[in-house]
DNA sequence: CTGAAAGCGCTAACAC
DNA sequence: GTGTTAGCGCTTTCAG
């Protein structure tokens, strides 16, 4: 079932299908209604491949990501699809499950061939060579939540102010009166959540709280990671009030540790984090975070992928997110009344 | 940058660069080497769409699902992206949010055109008219997830014994000395968990268990929806000691509601669902719940997909899935020293 | 082992 | 308003 089959039968020609089919040119009335009869009666669609290579224009944009398990990416990734979905475009998906090659495999496949364009959420690491290299081929390419506004990746990105969000985080313990805080890190010293880090040794430099190499902890961005660092951590540092965690997900799992460890939350232990995932508002308490704009960064992102397509946007266009905002929930109080339960 | 730039850089015909890129026909050693070298230096890359025209074959498998923040759907997509990989496919995701039209639209664009199948995972009523009339065009379609392997829903398939699930639920509250036991299932009683209420039913009546139709509440399937069909639940019934839930997303609610009320778990009261989603063991307690192959039923859903093209594979195809396993954690204990908190 | 011709299904550009 | 021609970038077919 082609163009030309629906053409013949309603005895037209396949431009004036084409043109009923997208609006274009102009048709009679009379015509347009024997078209798409035509259409109907024939159940025919028209092959967007095809479409695609003459145009030179493919109806679909991709998203990469590193997990998809973590709720952070379906919450962008729902964001993402909308925003597409505006522009007419569905979303190709690749997961890269935190394989590089994967990632690597994806891009040379997919940019600019099934996809116009290349929308890169990969919180951990992103291939920033490989994307230039798409770049400078001239596929459209961005990264989307970018953590480090100072640090431009030589690839268009829509960023957030991480920095700020640490310190937010910060201030309130601080303001709670807490005076020995820990921290969590999801990831390396020098590793995505580093601008987050660079918070929070900032506000706690500016607080004069105690601050000890010692209460800090550098691990995975996972639940389990998170479990597993504040186990450590409180084990040997009992005496903390609260604990500073660089993202949800990780901060949820410290959560469950001080409370497997006997900690009542906030009384004993103050664990305040970054994000505000979905599951940080149904833990038990509820998790105090400094919320980021994630849906607002996969709307732009998909923009500044369409902007670019329009030339309206370049290499060093730096898209700046909504400011995050504290949210308080359960897991933080008072540190007045602070101390191990045993 | 097309085939033809890169044969003459190289000094052969355009058929000789696709053979080799495809590792078609036969090419000798050294043409191959000098093609690979061309190819590498123009950094040319085959148009996956002119490929897939004149191959009449995509190189993209379209994914459906209805709420990618249900925690589910990335387990779900997660194992189908893998599987699709296998196959030297890459997934085009649809999130259609519960929107019916969404969907549709979808289908009619991508289904045969820009993907060659497409695997519905709609938890809640996948359009079976739709996809019947996809697949009545030659178009490979499938469902994943589906609950009643009694009723097929005349689209191949992959099931679980969703009934059984249920059952497995129930007996082990009733193994646990329950007697009064309430329901919450997360959709209309004629909805999407109407296999799992069925097999609740049913090991009730078996059991000789108290079950009246007052301690039953229907609601959505959302975190929110099972917190306010708990609270409703045990205002009215206060004597109940444990719940079956349909699914973790609302047990997770339950569990919440339960504690908000003061109940100890699973002292006061036990809860019990069906899935096992990865949120389940992270609250506190553990959810104890019935686990349902999700990975299994994604890969088994692609490979339909697969087998239905080669020919392999019929609209009366049913590919049953592992059977479902209890996994208990805290969320349920002994009925003997069940009692109200207050 | 390599190449030339034909055409996948569609639309841009231009005729009528 | 509508039709004709050319060709998007690639692979299939078949000739050398």
Redesign the pocket.
Known sequence: ???????EYA?????????V??S?????E???QRVLGAVERQG????????A????RSPTLALMLSCITNPFYPEFALAANLSALKHERHLLVCNTDHEVDRGMSFLEQVAG?LSDGVLVANYSDPPLAELRLLQSRGIPVAISVWELPDEPPGVPCVTFDAKGAARLAVEHLVGLGHLRIGAVIGSSKQGIHRARYAGFREAMAESKVRCLKADERFTGDSFDAGYAAAKNLLTARPDLTAIFVSNDLPALGVLNAALDLGYLIPKNLSVVSITDIQPARQSRPGLTTVAIPTAEMAEKGIALLIELMAGRASETTVVQASAPKLIIRGSTGSAAVAQRCT
């Open positions: 079932m082609t163009i030309k089959d629906v053409a005895g037209v020609s396949v431009m004036t299908v084409s043109n089919l997208r274009r040119g102009r048709v009679s009379e015509t347009r025919y669609r028209p092959n967007l491949n095809a479409r290579l003459v145009e030179r061939s």
